[in-house]
């Protein structure tokens, strides 16, 4: 992964609250001061991306994650030389299976990141993987076709498309919550 487009991303957006700005610095910190960034092997933690997917009736995705037991968007680990757009809209589709998916763009077509947020994961034993944290960029994405979800049962456990009401009611962390409230009418 460049560095030099993701500061450039990262320079350009502007955090909703305070916990997202200060997830926003310690990002732009992390990415300044480390060699890979967004490889599995940086053990302290590592980019990754991921998509709040929107259906046309303005429903958004939540997948429960297997491992973690939490409602969240699709997102995950970024392939080598992938920037955090491309693996987002990747995972969404690997996780959701929509075929469909496209990310909205800016005024200057440029992938539009909707989120910043920086969370801790808990140890994965199974994989050798220490409890380290997730740098996530989180962009917005929609399909045609949300009738084609397929969730992958590896990776959730569940998948619903939710309103701003269903999203109220779920157990959501608070940057799924602050997503949500930035897409989703009436959250």
């Given amino acids: ?16 609250d305070g916990a997202e700005r200060a997830a ?5 910190t992390f990415v300044q001061s480390t060699p890979a960034p967004a490889a599995r092997t940086t053990l302290e933690g590592h980019v990754t991306g991921s998509a709040v997917v929107l259906g046309p009736d303005g429903r958004a995705l939540l997948l ?27 995972e969404a ?3 959701s299976g929509l075929p469909d998916l496209i990310l909205d763009v800016d005024a200057a ?5 909707l989120d910043v947020d920086v969370h801790p994961i808990p140890e994965n034993a ?8 997730h740098h996530d960029l989180c962009y ?10 397929r969730h992958d049962p590896d990776e959730s456990h569940a998948a619903r498309w939710v309103d701003a ?10 940057a799924t919550r602050r997503r949500l409230s930035k897409v989703l009418r009436g959250s």
């Fill in 1 to 16: 992964m460049h560095t030099a487009p993701l500061l450039e991303t990262l320079s350009r957006h502007r955090p909703a």
């Fill in 24 to 28: 926003l610095d310690r990002l732009v």
């Fill in 64 to 90: 429960f994650h297997a491992r973690l037991s939490l409602w969240v968007q699709p997102g995950g680990h970024l392939e080598p030389g992938e920037q955090p757009h491309e693996g987002a809209l990747r």
């Fill in 93 to 95: 589709r690997e996780e």
């Fill in 109 to 113: 077509g440029a992938p539009l990141l």
């Fill in 126 to 133: 199974r994989r050798s993987e220490p409890a380290h944290h």
């Fill in 140 to 149: 917005l994405a929609r399909t045609r076709q949300p009738e084609r979800l």
């Fill in 165 to 174: 009401a269903d999203a109220a009611a779920l157990p959501l962390d608070t």
